[in-house]
């Protein structure tokens, strides 16, 4: 039973950058696309990217580009979430999920908490 | 503003039905297949209805989704404690380029 195991609770300043990983345990990715997806406190769900990691090719959201860089390790099954020019606003969990075909979301990550404080 | 709105929220009484709207365009729910999300506080969330209506094996068949046009619906037949959570729709926007979530609602048991 493949699962999303995420990386650690982060706590950054503002301006910096944080990296959150995403392995796949029990399992591969195989041909499946990882998105990122986070929730600011009180807020909903925003989606920030998504790669295919076979084969490297990632696409970001609007609202992201220039600030995000999604990548992934194919032999280690790991994607990692890059979040550049930190700022309070960005106070999130971040999630990670596996993408099936209809554009759904069938496996999560448990959710990595970054807190960006002075 | 978000691009699927959703009412914010939304209630009955055990055993009772609740329905969940997700208004959207063409440009997302009018071209393609809606999916929506359970998320319980300090859970991920979870997979309630691909497809427009298809539920996976797993998830009681007591929540059902269906779509006309640029609109899709969530509802929960039956209502229980445990169904207390939020609700989002998703689809993706081919004018935005984007995934998108609806702006979620809040389903409380009273």
């Known amino acids: 039973q493949v699962q999303l195991v995420q990386s650690g609770a982060e706590v950054k300043k503002p301006g910096s950058s944080v990296k959150v990983s995403c392995k796949a345990s029990?399992?591969?990715?195989?041909?499946?696309?990882i998105s990122w997806v986070r929730q600011a406190p009180g807020q909903g769900l925003e989606w920030m990217g998504r790669?295919?990691?076979?084969?490297?090719?990632?696409n970001y959201a609007q609202k992201f580009q220039g600030r995000v860089t999604i990548t992934a390790d194919k032999s280690t099954s790991t994607a990692y979430m890059e979040l550049s020019s930190l700022r309070s606003e960005d106070t999130a969990v971040y999630y990670c999920?596996?993408?099936?075909?209809?554009?759904?979301?069938?496996?999560w990550g448990q959710g990595t908490l970054v807190t960006v404080s002075s | 503003q978000s691009v699927l709105p959703q009412p914010p929220s939304a209630s009955g009484t055990p055993g009772q039905s609740v329905a969940v709207s997700c208004s959207g365009g063409s440009s997302n729910i009018g071209n393609g297949p809606v999916t929506w999300y359970q998320h319980l506080p300090g859970t991920a969330p979870k997979l309630l209805i691909y497809n427009n209506y298809q539920r996976p094996s797993e998830v009681p068949d007591r929540f059902s989704g269906s779509k006309s046009g640029t609109s899709a619906s969530l509802t929960i037949s039956g209502l229980q404690s445990e169904d207390e959570a939020d609700y989002y729709c998703a689809a993706w926007d081919l004018d935005l380029d984007d995934y998108v979530f609806g702006s979620g609602t809040k389903v409380a048991v009273l």
């Open positions: 999920a596996r993408v099936r075909e209809y554009g759904d979301y069938d496996l």
């Open positions: 790669i295919i990691p076979i084969l490297g090719i990632a």
């Open positions: 029990g399992g591969t990715f195989s041909s499946y696309t």
